[in-house]
């Protein structure tokens, strides 16, 4: 509480009655002492009289609610009028008090303030749940795109989540292993427990082993406390374990035992300790020829290739990229503080051809690029591919197929002939659907592929 008013006698009476039912007071007798007091002391609650010397307590409540929004304010007068009870709520002001000052009545004003902050902090942890049920039920909706082969991937994640079962995820790099894995946990059996990534690739062995199972007290020097490893951190949560194919072999055979005993031994430790953690693990290498190879324990291998999730790279996934480039796009503008922008359509056509071999990472890339380098409300070819050299079709493209020359019959025709390709790739093949979808009849649309050797 802090307590101001310009009358030392009912100031000090009042921070004697505060203190005796339990609150830490301060008091100040001006305005000027008031703001400084607010620096060093969070108030939840400030009784200010309206009339002060040299300022008024209206400009004190302005300060406080400027430094801590969710401050609680009872302003006191001896004149009470309506424009003056106005003016003080109109500041903010959560009460309004008039002189003398009733004990018994200040003591109700103020159980009814504790009352309204005990139902907001309920509120508040309701939005809390309520948000942490919308993230989970988005778990896999932040894997953008509707297509077949990523909707095959959304629905082993459905399937697996539930599970305590170990995971892993396959894929080239950029593909989004990381979602699939954050979306297995957000619509796990403990959404609210942490998710722990590692990168495996990233850290030397020994650190490693430290980071994943922790250490006791005089493990080794510099040791001078215990220190959980994130399996033990994660407590019912998940462990992500990215890149888990660039693991050393001595810790495979420890993150083997955490596995099959459910126990993980800290370095140092003299005896186990419970593991309840799940794991999630993803590689971009062919865990199967790794094995083979002896680079790889196949016990462990076995262990957590209990359901494979096969991430597809996006050259398998092009139907999704017009999703994607949206989702992307709107992320970014909110970030960088922008407008959300679109992309011309023949811009979109080159990005849906272009051959990505950084997956979905790589656009992902190009479009915050394009973003943060274009002047117009929309993206063009040139601010998408500015450093890609004028002919190519996208990024990194040596497909002669997807090139543009500057003659216009040329261009077109190389357009079609992706178009075409595009379109009978998405029907499989149904040269009859593919009609009906391109706006064609089917002997025209012969033609065509004949024409252009498909």
Known sequence: MLVVDDERILADTLAEFLTGEGHSVRVAYEASSAVRALVDFEADVILCDIQLPGSSGLDVLKQARAKRPEVAAIMITAWATVESAVEAFRHG????????????????????????RALTRENQGLKRKLARQMRSAAGIESIVGHGPAISAVKGLIARVAPTRSNVLVTGESGTGKELAARAIHDLGLNPEAPFLPVNCAAIPPDLLENQLFGHVRGAFTGADRDRPGLFVAAGEGTVFLDEIGEMPSKLQAKLLRAIENREILPVGAPSPEPNRARLVAATNKDLADEVARGQFRPDLYYRLDVVSIPMPPLRDRREDIPELVEALLARHADRLGQVVRSVEPDALERLIAAPWPGNVRELDNLLERALIMADGPVLTAADLFRGFGRNAIGPASDDADARLTDDLRDAIRAFEKRHLKRILAECGDDRKSAAARLGLGLSSLYAKIKEHGL
């Open 93 to 116: 002001a959560t009460d309004y008090l008039i002189k003398p000052v009733l004990f018994e009545d200040l003591t109700a004003r103020l159980a009814r303030i504790a009352t309204n």
